[in-house]
């Protein structure tokens, strides 16, 4: 199956520890982007990278969250110092174009974080 | 960049009754695509409409984009148990990001 992967699937962490969250995206894409879920509500961008590039993280808290898609390997949103707040889904999605180019977006599993 | 504004949040129906759902802009969209969620699932990209008074069908589903583009709307026929789930309208803005509404949950009713 060459559909975007996410793992963990559900990730529990006690305040003030980190949390690694990774995504490989589909054979073929290049361009990676992640998400933000909470209960109820509607997905709200994080950040949008490319192979060693950040495009755009305007969607990402300045402090404590890193995102990072390496020339080997798969893209990692990295939350350090973690608190209660951070309790989200996070999911993952990939596409072949660039977001220029209006492409619709192939989402993985996500990532379902939970803070104690 | 502007919102989208879905409504309604909720939609409970008998299983066999329609379900619509509106997604608004106050502005002009260069686009709209819809997206399904089940529950605990990941979004699931539908469609993507662009043209002015587009209408696009898929077996029970009707996409519709409104003639000055500035709303849409998913109509389904019939419900069956299976369509249980969120929908949600999403478009690009002028800054590259997809924005989504907040969704219209689909609740058939026991």
Redesign the interface.
């Given at each position: 199956n060459a559909g975007v992967m996410q793992n963990p699937r559900h990730l529990v962490r006690r305040r003030g520890q980190e949390a690694r969250l990774r995504c490989s995206p589909m054979k073929g894409h290049s361009h990676v982007y992640w998400y933000r879920q909470l209960p109820e509500e509607g997905l709200k961008f994080m950040v949008y990278l490319q192979k060693e590039n950040i495009i755009d993280e305007s969607g990402m808290p300045k402090e404590r969250f890193s995102a990072e898609f390496p020339k080997e390997g798969p893209s990692i949103l990295r939350i350090q110092q973690v608190v209660r707040g951070d309790s989200a889904a996070y999911f993952c999605a990939s596409s072949y174009d660039d977001r220029g180019s209006n492409q619709p977006q192939h989402f993985g599993d996500g990532t379902r974080l939970s803070i104690l | 960049g502007q919102q989208v504004m879905?409504i309604p949040q909720y939609q409970h129906v008998q299983e066999g009754e329609d379900f619509t759902t509106y997604c608004n802009s106050s502005t002009t969209l260069?686009?709209i695509?819809w997206y399904k969620q089940r529950p605990g699932?990941?979004?699931?990209?539908l469609i993507?409409l662009?043209k002015s008074g587009e209408v696009k069908k898929q077996k029970r589903l009707t996409f519709q984009f409104g003639e000055a583009k500035k709303n849409s709307s998913l109509h389904i026929t019939a419900t069956q148990t299976t369509d249980v789930g969120t929908y949600?309208c999403?478009r690009?803005d002028s800054?590259?990001?997809?924005?989504?509404?907040?969704?219209t949950?689909l609740i058939i009713k026991p």
């Open positions: - | 879905q260069s686009n695509q699932g990941h979004p699931v990209f993507q662009v949600f999403a690009w800054n590259y990001q997809l924005i989504w509404g907040a969704g949950k």
